[in-house]
């Protein structure tokens, strides 16, 4: 029997006002490839039919496994990437995952994740940029890197900017792009299976390579604590785009814990000044992928993952 969890099946906390995308019409919203078919093979079906739907994961319960027996299990080709042998995905990915100082929740990640995206017949790598010590942690600038480090390895029309402590629950919950930017979760165990306010669009977010070019990427201003996130809504209505969820039925995810540092991501909502200086960023500075500076200090293709060591 599965498991789900008592508030969110109740629907005690979730927020039914929310503009979601029906479970019934998510597929319909994703943007899959075009162009010819390789080896001879056909399309995967628009439904992987290895989907099982909600997992019954608690965030005290992430079994880390051995590197050897994720790549045994799922054929993780080195790099962290994976393609269906018996079809051609519909949807080539890229995930982007910043990261310092948080080898559990990265093993973690790396465990539920590969098996959780192969279920879903995608076409993807997992790419980790993880940042000096020289600095204040920039989360956001990191996301810049690895979108464009990941371009110089293969093209991809579709990133997923995701923390690494975020764990999806149903892997209906596609990890491919839509025809607008997508907030990946529309319920949070710590948020009580709920939304703190409706512009959150920070954890978990989906972008076409257009969308993210267009908004010239992330603020590159945001060292330390939070804010980037309130930036990111900004940039994306500024351009004249809207954001979609899905229904919470299927992008329900989990926290794993973590140590103490890393800001909230609900906090900066109660920072006026924050907001404020995020909006006017956006408006007056071309900040982003445009004025992106950093180093790639290390580069390696590891098991599970491709990994960039950067200082900026």
Same mark, same amino acid.
């Given at each position: 029997?599965?498991?789900?969890?008592?508030?969110?099946?109740?629907?005690?906390?979730?927020?039914?006002s929310?503009?979601?995308?029906a479970?019934?019409?998510?597929?319909?919203?994703?943007?899959?490839?075009?162009?010819?078919?390789?080896?001879?093979?056909?399309?995967?079906?628009?439904?992987?039919?290895?989907?099982?739907?909600?997992?019954?994961?608690?965030?005290?319960?992430?079994?880390?496994?051995?590197?050897?027996?994720?790549?045994?299990?799922?054929?993780i080709?080195?790099?962290? #990437?994976?393609?269906p042998?018996?079809c051609q995905?519909?949807?080539?990915?890229?995930?982007?995952?910043?990261?310092?100082?948080?080898s559990?929740?990265?093993? $973690?990640?790396?465990?539920?994740?590969?098996?959780?995206?192969?279920?879903q $017949?995608?076409?993807?790598?997992?790419?980790?940029?993880?940042?000096?010590?020289?600095?204040?942690?920039?989360?956001?600038?990191l996301?810049?890197?690895?979108?464009?480090?990941?371009?110089?390895?293969?093209?991809?029309?579709?990133?997923?900017?995701?923390d690494?402590?975020?764990?999806?629950?149903?892997?209906?919950?596609?990890?491919?792009?839509?025809? /607008?930017?997508r907030?990946?979760?529309?319920?949070l165990?710590?948020?009580?299976?709920?939304?703190?306010?409706?512009?959150?669009?920070?954890?978990?977010?989906?972008?076409?390579r257009?969308?993210?070019?267009?908004?010239?990427?992330?603020?590159?201003?945001?060292y330390?604590?939070?804010?980037?996130?309130?930036?990111?809504?900004?940039?994306?209505?500024?351009?004249?785009?809207?954001?979609?969820?899905?229904?919470?039925?299927? #992008?329900?995810?989990?926290?794993?814990?973590?140590?103490s540092?890393?800001?909230? /991501? #609900?906090d900066?909502?109660?920072?006026?000044?924050?907001?404020?200086?995020?909006?006017?960023?956006?408006?007056t500075?071309?900040?982003?992928?445009?004025?992106?500076?950093?180093?790639?200090?290390?580069? $390696?293709?590891?098991?599970l993952?491709?990994w960039f060591?950067?200082?900026?």
């Open positions: 029997m599965k498991f789900y969890p008592a508030p969110y099946l109740f629907g005690k906390y979730t927020d039914t929310f503009p979601y995308i479970k019934d019409d998510v597929m319909q919203e994703l943007v899959g490839s075009v162009g010819p078919l390789e080896n001879g093979l056909q399309w995967c079906p628009v439904v992987s039919p290895h989907l099982q739907g909600q997992n019954s994961l608690l965030s005290c319960d992430v079994e880390v496994l051995p590197e050897e027996e994720i790549v045994k299990k799922n054929d080709l080195e790099g962290g #990437s994976w393609k042998q018996e995905s519909r949807y080539k990915v890229a995930i982007i995952v910043p990261f310092r100082n948080r559990r929740n990265l093993q $973690q990640f790396l465990s539920h994740m590969h098996p959780f995206l192969t279920r $017949q995608l076409d993807y790598r997992i790419v980790v940029v993880e940042q000096t010590a020289t600095a204040a942690f920039n989360r956001a600038k996301f810049n890197i690895g979108f464009v480090e990941t371009l110089k390895l293969d093209h991809y029309d579709c990133f997923i900017f995701h690494v402590d975020l764990l999806p629950l149903n892997d209906y919950n596609t990890y491919s792009c839509t025809h /607008h930017p907030h990946m979760y529309s319920a165990d710590t948020f009580r299976y709920n939304l703190p306010y409706r512009t959150l669009f920070g954890g978990a977010i989906a972008m076409q257009v969308h993210f070019q267009k908004i010239n990427g992330f603020s590159n201003k945001f330390g604590w939070g804010a980037e996130d309130d930036d990111m809504y900004e940039r994306i209505s500024n351009v004249g785009l809207m954001f979609i969820r899905f229904d919470p039925r299927i #992008s329900t995810y989990v926290m794993v814990p973590h140590q540092g890393r800001y909230q /991501h #609900s900066h909502q109660h920072n006026p000044q924050l907001q404020a200086q995020a909006g006017e960023k956006t408006s500075e071309p900040d982003g992928l445009s004025s992106l500076s950093y180093q790639v200090v290390d580069h $390696q293709v590891k098991k993952f491709t060591l950067v200082s900026c």
